[in-house]
Structures are given as structure tokens and as C-alpha cells.
């Protein structure tokens, strides 16, 4: 999935960051021993990455199609059997299209005699999407899978279906004319299952009170860097998560978002959040990705983690997400920072 400020290109540097830090402090527990927590989780990636190398994940995303997504990554372990997810995911793929809330709102036929006609999706893959969303809350809702295919479905779903939009890889906008990757035919494609610790758990709520409530040993952050709020970025997504009927407006069939902006996309709010953050994690290592680019300096996230004991900054040069690489951006790359704070209290 093509997502803004995705870590899968930096987990070598965050990794052997992280790990380096570890080691200089003498910290000797094994993975299995220790808390990794990833609370603005995204789409799982680091969280799964030190999931897989044995560490207890706990993982947070306050938008509902990340939670999905993670929680997949994050808590499903054994207890999925390889063979009938394989089964369910053919069984979906077979079934046949229905004009539900998706064909409705967001793709050009079913939007016909509206004030806007949407092209999110071709008209096929609209239908695609409703008749395989309806059928996996069906099948959860009678039993017939467990919570956690239920989870594996759903993000799968999520996952595929991204990949069909015809959009510059946001949903803040449509395009005018079909992309070559938005006629294509929707196929279910299976999230892959990451193997680790069974302990782990995922959460869907604010960070700035769920930080009051968990506690472990290695704290990753990475909050929103600019003004652009993911709930308007994904609504679309959020919309085939929830399956909610939402009441939508505007020429891009916006929800209603307002409890899911977050004040670390406000410049106003931003520091203060931040610093309550730190204050408040019960971590002894505390890492937060933040770039140059950012509402608040390096200065700033310096002097608010310094506060707290021992700081160090790691340095990379990323390449720049693009949501259309046909549009002139300021520069290609943009420098990663990596803030590391050895907290002396916890």
C-alpha cells in the first residue's frame, strides 16, 4: 500500500538505530523479554518488522483501516490456519458484484443524476468491493470466521482494493480519466501473516490518552509531520472499513471527520501534544521519526526530549513520498530524523 510517511524504505536505518542504542546502554534482555511499542502504527510496518524478531508488540492507530490493517499484522500469529484463508479469500474472489454504498457514492454509474459524478473506482471494482465487504461482516456476524479472519479479510480487502483507486495515491481527489491500474479487474489479495510473539495487542484510540494507560520498554513514535490529516487523505478507506453508511459531502464524498483530526497536524497544538507525549510515556527508550520538513524543528524535539534524559539524533536522507510524480515538488529528498531519548524515570 502506497501510504504517506510509510517507514518500509527507512527499517534498515530505524532498525540499526535502535539496536545500537540498545547495545550502548548494556542492554542485554532477549527480544522475548521486552515491549516494542508502536503507537502511530500506520499500516504495521515497524511494529511488524520487531514483531517478527520476537518482541511483544503493542501497536495504535487512531484512523480504523490502519487499526485493521495492524491489528492483522500485529496479533495474528498460529492462529490462523494458512489453508482456509487461502479458501475464503478464492470464495470472495467468486462472487459476483452489488451496487452497494461504494458503486453508490464513489464510481461514475452509480453516481449518475448526483450533484457529483465520483470515478474513485470503475463501476465493476465498486461492486466488487461492496459484495466482498458485505460478505465478510455476513460471515463474521453468523460465525462463520473467527475475529481474527475476520481482521485478515477485512485488511486484505483494504489492502487489495487500494491498489484499483484511481487517484494520486491519496483520496483528497479523483482523477478525470481512468489510470491503467484503476481499469484493471479487483482481485482479493491475502495480507501476508507475520509470525512473532502472541501477546501482542492493538489498540484504536487516541494516543494522547492511550500513552497514560500502556507501558514496556522501547517506544516508537511516528506522528504526522505536516498539516495533511490522514482521515481526509484515507476516507475512502476508512469508509470501506467502518462500512457505516456515513452521511458524505463534497465533490470527494468526505466523512465526517472531526473525531479523528489529530493535534499533531496543527501547528498551534503540536508542541504542547508532543511534549505531554514524552512526559507521559512509561518507556525507558523512546525513538521518534520526524523529518526536516516538519511543523516542529529539531530544535524543538530536542530540547522537549532532553528534558528527560539522554539524547542522541540519528540522520538519514529519504526519498520524498510523491503523490504524483508528475507534480514539481520542492526537492527529491528530504532528511529522516531519527530522536532517541534514554529516559531516566519511567
Do not use: W
Not at 514524552?278 to 526530549?305: H, P, Q, W
Amino acid at each position: 500500500m502506497n501510504y504517506i510517511g510509510s517507514k518500509y524504505s527507512l527499517i534498515d536505518f530505524l532498525k540499526s538505530s535502535i539496536y545500537e542504542t540498545l547495545e550502548i546502554n548494556g542492554e542485554t534482555r532477549a527480544p522475548a523479554d521486552m515491549v516494542f511499542a508502536d503507537l502511530f502504527a500506520g499500516t504495521g510496518v515497524v511494529g511488524g518488522s520487531f514483531k517478527q524478531d520476537g518482541y511483544t508488540i503493542i501497536a495504535n492507530d487512531i484512523q480504523y483501516y490502519s487499526y485493521v490493517i495492524t491489528k492483522h499484522i500485529i496479533e495474528n500469529n498460529e492462529n490462523l490456519d494458512v489453508t482456509r484463508c487461502v479458501q475464503l479469500i478464492e470464495e470472495l474472489n467468486n462472487i459476483e458484484g452489488v451496487e452497494g454504498f461504494i458503486y453508490n457514492n464513489y464510481c461514475f454509474e452509480g453516481t449518475e443524476g448526483q450533484e457529483f459524478r465520483r470515478m474513485y473506482f470503475t463501476d465493476y471494482n465498486a461492486k466488487k468491493c461492496d459484495a466482498i465487504r458485505i460478505a465478510i461482516e455476513d460471515k463474521y456476524k453468523k460465525s462463520i470466521i473467527s475475529e481474527n479472519e475476520y481482521f485478515f479479510l477485512l485488511g486484505s480487502l483494504i489492502n487489495s482494493i487500494d491498489k484499483y483507486a484511481n487517484t494520486a495515491s491519496v483520496y483528497g481527489a479523483y482523477l478525470k480519466k481512468f489510470k491503467k491500474s484503476a481499469l484493471k479487474k479487483m482481485k482479493l489479495e491475502p495480507l501476508p501473516i507475520m509470525y512473532g510473539q502472541v501477546k501482542c495487542r492493538v489498540y484504536n484510540e487516541d494516543i494522547s490518552e492511550l500513552i497514560k494507560q500502556v507501558s514496556g520498554d522501547i517506544l516508537y513514535l511516528d506522528p504526522p509531520y505536516n498539516a495533511r490529516q490522514y482521515c481526509t487523505n484515507y476516507h475512502l478507506l476508512e469508509t470501506i472499513a467502518r462500512y457505516d453508511d456515513p452521511v458524505i459531502h463534497g465533490k470527494t464524498g468526505l466523512r465526517e471527520y472531526a473525531e479523528q483530526k489529530s493535534v499533531f497536524c496543527m501547528k498551534s497544538k503540536v508542541e504542547k501534544a508532543f511534549a505531554e507525549l514524552i512526559e507521559n510515556a512509561k518507556f525507558k527508550y523512546i525513538f521518534v521519526s520526524y523529518n526536516n520538513e516538519g511543523l516542529m524543528s529539531c530544535d524543538t524535539i530536542e530540547r522537549i526530549m532532553k528534558e528527560y534524559g539522554e539524547y542522541k539524533l540519528f540522520i538519514q536522507d529519504h526519498r520524498r513520498f510523491k503523490a504524483d510524480s508528475a507534480r514539481q515538488a520542492k526537492a527529491d529528498m528530504t532528511v529522516e530524523y531519527l530522536h532517541c531519548l534514554v529516559k531516566n524515570e519511567i
